[in-house]
């Protein structure tokens, strides 16, 4: 599902209606919420809402995303783990102060009887991560930061994959798991 044509839209209804669709699936959650109360809140037509995106599901993931691409943004300070735990813990504290965990958990789960849905998060979060983090680490590997034989995708999927487990499970994700992610972690790779 490609995202929506940005050159239709009024700016000001997308950020309230965006603005609106993360607010309530962090109060309700996201079954609770439906296109009619996004609208609602938003101050427009729920047609508004249909004209520019496909689902509710894909105005959760843009709205998810909107909070997420600036945290997403690796750092070079010139050490690999440095950058790393500032990425890493700045999703944390989006997901503990905002209202990004639930939709990202809402969106993740429609997506398992919405193929579309689901395309769509890997093409706009999944895969924009994988690049970031493939260069950030050819880079880290180019100026010995980590071993130039470090299996750079386990890497990345052992990172992540921890946020995800956690996020999904509703478990507590905190900075010092970070840290002792990261110490784990980058202690096999140096």
């Not at 050490?79 to 503990?96: K, N």
């Not at 706009?124 to 260069?135: D, M």
Request: aromatic share 6%; charged share 25%.
């Amino acid at each position: 599902m490609p995202p929506p044509d940005p050159s239709r839209r009024n700016e000001h209804s997308r950020r309230a209606i965006l603005e609106a669709a993360l607010a309530l699936v962090g109060e309700l959650g996201y079954d609770n919420v439906s296109v009619e109360a996004i609208a609602k809140r938003a101050g427009c037509g729920k047609q508004t809402i249909y004209r520019w995106w496909p689902s509710k599901g894909a105005v959760v993931l843009e709205a998810a995303i909107q909070s997420l691409n600036p945290v997403v943004v690796f750092p070079d300070t010139g050490d690999m783990v440095t950058d790393l735990r500032e990425q890493l813990v700045g999703i944390v504290d989006l997901i503990a102060t905002t209202s990004f965990g639930a939709a990202y958990r809402g969106v993740i789960a429609a997506g398992q009887s919405d193929p579309d849905l689901l395309q769509a998060v890997f093409e706009q979060v999944i895969e924009p991560n994988i690049k970031g983090f493939t260069a950030r680490a050819a880079l880290a590997k180019q100026r010995g930061e980590i071993r130039p034989d470090a299996d750079v995708a386990t890497l990345r999927d052992v990172l992540y994959g921890v946020i995800e487990y956690r996020l999904f499970h509703d478990m507590p994700l905190e900075p010092q798991h970070i840290d002792a992610l990261l110490t784990l972690t980058f202690d096999g790779v140096r």
